[in-house]
């Protein structure tokens, strides 16, 4: 079993990097597409100016019917497809390891990233039906996820054990699951953060890589407003998970609800510039590109958090370390 | 969103006196500490000034590894030390920090409280003059009154207030989502309760660690001197522990084959005040809970229980804890007859004569000769002791460790190795004669569980400022702010027996639903039906 979720775990790196490949190609060939012509219209006015008159605009009417061009179309259906497929290959590999394990897939390090980006690219393809308009961000999507598994099979590989003592309490499903799922959804938040910053740079007339890129992309106003709401939704969990269940689990097991541990200090890192995200977005004065690249620091650290801390620090958190109590 | 970020300047003051300049500096500092832009720059310094305490061990985390850390950097060290890196989140510039962010949490949501209070009392304001302005408006033509229309309203939850003129126009303006406001005031006034239960549960909490191993004559009573690491806080005495006393029964732990732990139990007998003995059996992450004091199970190992038997056949038996240094319980240890080898007629010690031994002890001694254990149980044990004689260095009133002989004394050639280069194997049960003919024997083990022993009384405070808080983010984070109004003008044309009329909505907050439910509450209005 544990060989099989090894295998599907490639099986699904590999779907991943071609719907990748087929999302490229949309966006090289797609240009003409439906959704690249109604990236072309004017982007509304970002900046709020305190009354928020001027940024009420659906979402839903930047698919504005143009005439489709053919091949651009077809990859990004198939890149769709091969998402969906990628996506239940990477619940396979999930499954299997947790049957292998005869738990919860979320015990240690690799287990922790295979779970989180699961939840990201499960609340990826979520959002992709309900806004089919946003696929164009599906080749930075599937970038992230396709780096981080990477990253995770190379990095972190743990063969299949049982959990060390410490993590055998009910605070450690409900706090870890719902780190993980807050991970997943920042992690999925960071792509439309990282485009709309590209095309914000478009719009304003810079065309040097990165922001060549921004061509192809939703409206700057769409990408923002998802980003908001992908952060708004996951910081309640983060909080949930990092700054309560996580300390009443700490309570019970070390006796301290909070010690400053190098894990607990980069999560309070976290959650404080993820608050700076939220705070800045509601400050009428502060740009939302100002906002948004809080947010993308706010995702630095939880990646510090994941690999720097685990790898180089330390300390009480057993994830990395097996044998310790 | 509606924040006032920069509240109105005062009016143009006459040309002001010094208290006057002085009053005007302060009210203009307090003005900008409480600016959502000085908020935003004292979280990021928090973020930052946070990062120290992850890099460089913390005292308060690890003793030992600011210890180690002043060992490897010896220059570095004192200077990190006074810049207060080994205890960043006690140190003044970390406090200053919070202290300011939080003086400029209250300053912002009083005010804020204060207005919130006041729009909760207040009905929703009259329709602005031109409703067809507003993000969402429309006309349409209704068979029902202000008071049906204002039901609808209700019906839905909003906050309605009808105003009739006497020339027979009418509006009704209604408001929904106070509950945005009042969740964000219920987050921010949670951090300042949390800031508070942890600033009392630091002054009012103690904690203390100390390992126990098992026997009746190895039992622990809380005092301040049993334990083998404390700390009280500011308020606490030790007068104040609570009294309780507790002996290490029996302790337990399984293994995988992989040598993986797999579970720990430790059964303590009890005793609270002058009740009677209890047993209690507790575990890691379900600590034993007693009145005043919570024990935790934080770790365990072996102690090694030894015989020494001097020149004059006097015997010394010692039950040492051995420290796991690694995760199959290779552990290292020491054993120190400080009062032995004593000639009865003098009766005087002779600090020549002292013994202390020092070594390894292997759970399982492994197959291939190494000097680590292969599993943390006990399958093949043995333990591998030097032994040296001479002046153990423990009468000079620096306390030394437990777990190590001092290394200045041996460097001294005060404390000399007796027993050879190659470490001594003894298995359980066997007895090693040394050059002097005086004699050690090896009586077995016990378990030993480490405890670390804590009472934090501000807990349940902290927690349910943490739970409320959560409550009040996700009020505000889900909520939207949003006005509707319905007007008639007094000369509104009657089509069809019906009124027409103009609606607008505006939402005051980013919320991309709006527009649907502004045409609902439209079609609703039509079709007269609530
Ligand atoms: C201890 C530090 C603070 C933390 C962790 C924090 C956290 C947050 C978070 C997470 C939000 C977004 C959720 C929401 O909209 O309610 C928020 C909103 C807000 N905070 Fe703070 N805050 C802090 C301090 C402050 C301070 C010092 C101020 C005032 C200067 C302030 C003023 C506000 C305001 C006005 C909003 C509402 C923004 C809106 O209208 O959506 N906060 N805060």
Redesign the pocket.
Known sequence: MAELSNQLMAVAVLAYLAAMVCYAAEYAFGSKSRIGRAAVRPARQLVGSGAPVSDIADDEDIVEVAKPDRSGEIFGRIAVGLNIVALLLHLGALTTRGIAADRMPWGNMYEYILSATFVGSAVWVGVLIRRPAIRHIGLFVTLALVLLLGADGMIAYTPVGPLVPALHSYWFVIHVSTIILASGIFLIGAVPATMFLIRDGYDRGKRRFPYSLGRNTPDATVLERLTFRLHAFA?PLFTFGALIAGPIWAEASWGRYWGWDPKEVWAFIS??V??GY??AR??PSVKRTVATWIALLGFATMLMNLFGVNLFFGGFHSYANPGGM | ???VEERPAPPAAPPPKLPRRLWALLRNSWRQL???R??LV??FL?AVAAIPGSIFPQRAVNEQKVTQYYQAHPSLAPWLERLGGFEVYGSPWFASI?LL??T??V???LP?LRDHARALRQAPPDAPRRLDRLPESADLTVEIGPKDIARILRRRRFRTKIREQEDGSWTVSAEKGYLKET??LL??FS?LAVLIGVGFGHWYGWHGDRILVAGADQGFCDSLAQYDDSTLGPRVDAADLPDFCLKLTDFRAAYQATGQPKNFSATVAVTEGDGPAKTRTFTVNDPLRLHGANVHLIGHGYAISLRYTDRYGVSQTKVVPFLPIDGMFTSEGVAQFPDVNIDPKTNRRDSTLQMGFEGRYLPTVGTDGSATSTFPAENAPALFLTAYRGDLGLDVGTPGSVYALDQGQIATGDLKNVSGARPHELKVGESWTLDDGTKLEFLGTRPYATLAIRYDPTQTLVLAGAALGLL??ML??GGHRRRVWFRALPASPESDGGTLLTAGGLPR?DYPGFADEFAQLVKAAEEGTP
């Open positions: 910081f959650w404080i993820y608050a939220l705070h509601a400050t | 969103m509606t924040v409480t600016s959502m000085t908020a004292l979280l928090l919070y962010l939080f400029s949490l300053g912002c949501v804020r969740g964000n987050f921010h951090l009040g983010l505000s984070l907050t």
